[in-house]
């Protein structure tokens, strides 16, 4: 814990050299994100609801994908830019330090500046908790906390899992975008509204609808009880990807590519 | 002439290289229209007197706008080009004997199609194979083929200029990558990159549709299906031509200014 | 003590000729080669010795090293550092060994290099005293005192290469590789790191490896060398061996290379 608290002051630091781009990616994140919001109110200025889910209910949900997402990013980022690490030679570098390369490869990259979208997905979060008449509790208060930590757990292990295949080839991981933006991207709408099979396939294999769609009904109160506690299930998928990830580990140590 | 016809060889050689990348493209921009039209279609069952467009046409405009993703996106400005105007290389472009404006008008060019030709093909047959209203229909008739690939080209025309004009006024800021990242992401909304510019309310609507990033995507996309006809056509094309014209004259006159302003202060 | 014993290593390496139509191919099947980089490789070194460890571009230096350094695995032989397996033991085995990548940093680029000194600090977990201790040391001898509070980045490639070995020993390691440590440098860097080296291994008894394609580092440094060429070791002696007869190290070496068709 002390040696992260290290890497979070040196890139702090690091940061602080840079003060001008550092807040324009901030201006970046946030107005890219600002797109998204823009996407969802006009299409409620046209339509009143989506399968049962109100303008404020959807915001809700959207600020709370958003947030996950971002804290994934910004923390988990050394894996989301693996690539990059691994063709410059850092992770030989990684391999002779006498420490977790996990661990080394967290404190490599951690990306301050999605704090702009974070603003954002607060700023939502906030409007849509007031504007959907969610009679709050202390455990719906912790259901939350409980979603942000499945979610930023759930989309660090698609990072994981990107970075495993960057031992293999670096060639055509455009895809995995699918996972993680896509997700994103698409998790500002109840995974619902995608119809019964995405839910299905959100539920059973990739467990996004865990992290989002069933705590939400939780929240909203047309859920079940046990829903709130769905996003600490969803965190076993970070099991797989840690065993790939000891595969690539393995096989960048046999083949040194 | 030749130059800029050997230059397209060499970025569509490239592409080929990375074939692996362009089919992970591939599915991922499936993927990408997939889902866009999951959610439209959750849309349109809750209310579908709401809808601006018929779902056909907004299914045909989401798979053409997968298809020809390269074309229009704003977000792969060259940062070789950022980067030479920032560290003072633009000075070897300048030894070249070539105007640099066109120079980089027809690299943006090659470089787009180049990225489009390849992806364009599987997306539109996967969706042309697609059962109604989920799939791309035929155009609406011959007329509209000829007219959207008319509107095709001067689309990416104007998408090309506009992005000519970041370029040039990066001579004249000193923080490119804000100017970058402001224009990009109002872009990519303007000109119908998020959602198709009918969904949006009126009043904002005919406003946004006037602005030059109207006649990027939004022209041909809409023609294809049948959703703009007519007149509204006519006033489109005519737009289209008319923005091209005046962002072209605006870029030269930039050009002309940057190119003063480099050889006199020396970068 | 490092020994290694018979270790092989092989590559698989796709075949990709140039071409249109072969690289339409290769999307449907792809030709391997098999390339040798070891090839029943054999030494030892004794602790503190000081020895240069040189060969052509792809002779498999760097797999050596990189085996060594427990980042690579053999699929034969063996190989022992003080009693512990490079790429089995790793991490318990890494906390002894410096590793210096003349190519690359380890230092943050933005921050002062005090900075990256710290986190190498709790990286090693070196303990207070210690690296105290280990930081006025190699401050001295490498003459740092100013650079400390500067960037990475505003540091001259000299300087940096100075902080950079600074930072490979700040955990006082019993090994250190040094991979083309004066690549680059100017005549003053090169003689003060070699200084440095020749002062570190008297004083502090570290053994030291180093690949390097500049005869004047192994001339100045090490008595020993040994050549690899085609992942077999062709010489393991003393620089007398090629020099024999030659103007210099550089033309006796390059009659060796010709004479082995390197």
């Known amino acids: 814990m002390k040696l992260y ?34 996407g969802i109110y006009f299409m409620f200025r046209r339509f009143s609801q989506v399968e049962g889910f109100t303008y404020s209910e959807v915001l809700l949900c959207c600020g709370i994908t958003l947030l996950e997402f971002s804290l994934a990013e910004a923390f988990a980022r050394g894996f989301d830019t693996f690539g990059s690490i691994v063709s410059r030679g850092e992770f030989d570098r990684i391999l002779v330090r006498p420490r977790n390369e996990i661990f080394q490869v967290l404190g490599s990259r951690i990306e301050l500046s999605r704090i702009g979208r974070v603003l954002q997905a607060i700023v939502m979060f906030i409007y849509g908790i007031r504007a959907s008449h969610i009679h709050w509790t202390l455990t719906k208060a ?40 896509g997700a994103r991207e698409y998790g500002k709408y109840p995974v619902s509204i995608y119809g019964k099979k995405v839910l299905q396939l959100c539920t059973f294999v990739i467990p996004y609808a865990l992290i989002q769609y069933y705590p939400l009904l939780y929240l909203l109160d047309t859920g079940e009880a046990y829903y709130a506690l769905l ?27 | 002439m030749k130059k800029y016809i050997s230059f397209f060889r060499l970025r569509f050689s490239m ?56 074309l229009f996106v704003t977000w792969v400005l060259e940062n070789e080009i950022f980067d030479s105007i920032l560290n003072g290389n633009i000075a070897y472009e300048l030894c070249r004997p070539v105007n640099i404006y066109n120079m980089w008008f027809s690299r943006n060019l090659a470089m787009r199609i180049s990225g489009a030709v390849l992806r364009c093909i599987p997306i539109l047959l996967f969706a042309a194979f697609l059962p109604a209203p989920y799939g791309l229909m035929a155009p609406a008739g ?114 002309a200014l940057a190119m003063k302003k480099v050889t006199v202060q020396g970068g | ?22 690289a339409f191919k290769a999307l449907f099947h792809k030709e391997y080669e098999l390339i040798h980089a070891l090839d029943g490789v054999s030494f030892t070194i004794r602790d503190g010795e000081m020895v240069g460890y040189i060969g052509p571009n792809g002779a498999g230096k760097s797999s050596t090293i990189k085996i060594l350094s427990g980042i690579l695995t053999p699929e034969e032989g063996t190989c022992l550092i003080d009693g512990l397996t490079p790429w089995k033991n790793r991490i318990e085995h890494v906390k ?32 207070a005293h210690a690296y105290r201790r280990n930081l006025e040391q190699l401050t001295d001898m490498l003459g740092l005192s100013g650079l400390l509070q500067t960037p990475t980045r505003q540091l001259s490639l ?17 090994i250190l590789f040094l991979d083309e440590p004066t690549i680059g440098l100017d005549a003053v860097s090169k003689l003060a790191v070699r200084d440095f080296i020749l002062r570190l291994n008297a004083e502090k008894k570290t053994t030291v490896i180093l690949t390097t394609h500049d005869m004047q580092d192994i001339e100045a440094l090490t008595s020993r060398i040994i050549l690899i060429g085609r992942g077999h070791i062709l010489l393991d002696g003393n620089l007398t061996d090629i020099k024999e007869g030659f103007a210099s190290t550089d033309e006796g070496l390059a009659s060796f290379y010709q004479s082995h068709n390197l």
């Open chain 1, 5 to 38: 608290g290290k890497f979070f002051m040196i890139h702090l630091k690091s940061i602080m050299q840079y003060k001008t781009s550092f807040l324009l990616s901030c201006l970046g994140q946030f107005l890219v994100s600002f797109n998204l919001f823009l």
């Open chain 1, 142 to 181: 912790a259901a939350v906390a409980l979603m942000l930590l499945g979610g930023a757990v759930v989309f660090s292990g698609f990072f994981v899992i990107y970075a495993s295949i960057c031992f293999f080839t670096i060639e055509g991981l455009e895809f995995m975008n699918i996972f993680t933006d």
């Open chain 1, 231 to 257: 996003p600490l299930a969803a965190c076993l998928f970070m099991l797989p990807c840690l065993v790939l990830w000891k595969i690539g580990v393995r096989h960048y140590v046999s083949s040194g590519s």
């Open chain 2, 15 to 70: 592409e080929l290289q990375y074939r692996a990348a362009a089919l992970a493209g591939v599915a991922t921009q499936f993927f990408w229209g997939a889902m866009e039209i999951l959610m439209f279609r959750a849309f349109y069952r809750t209310n579908p007197g709401a809808f601006p467009m018929t779902l056909q046409a907004t299914c045909a405009y989401v798979w053409l706008q997968q298809a020809f993703l390269a």
């Open chain 2, 142 to 255: 011959l007329t509209n083929f000829f007219l959207f690939f008319l509107t095709l080209l001067l689309g990416v025309g104007v998408t090309v200029a506009f992005c000519m004009l970041v370029y040039m006024l990066c001579f004249f800021t000193i923080s490119p990558m804000g100017l970058r990242i402001v224009t990009v992401s109002m872009v990519e909304f303007l000109s119908g990159g998020i959602i198709p510019l009918p969904f949006l309310p009126d009043g904002v609507k005919q406003i946004i549709e006037l602005l030059p990033f109207a006649s990027m995507q939004n022209v041909p996309l809409r023609i294809y299906s049948g959703d703009l006809t007519g007149g509204g056509t006519l006033r489109a094309l005519l737009l289209q031509v008319f923005w091209l014209c005046i962002l072209v004259a605006a870029g030269k006159i930039l050009d």
């Open chain 3, 1 to 22: 003590m490092i020994t290694m014993q018979d270790v092989c290593k092989t590559y698989k390496v796709s075949k990709r000729d140039a071409g249109f139509s072969s």
């Open chain 3, 96 to 127: 002894n060994i410096g590793v210096v990548f003349g190519q690359r940093t380890q230092l943050w680029w933005d921050v002062p290099v005090l900075d990256s000194f710290e986190l190498l600090k709790e990286i090693y977990r070196i303990d």
């Open chain 3, 158 to 174: 000299g300087q940096r290469m100075r902080c950079e070995i600074a930072a490979s020993l700040l955990h006082d390691p019993k």
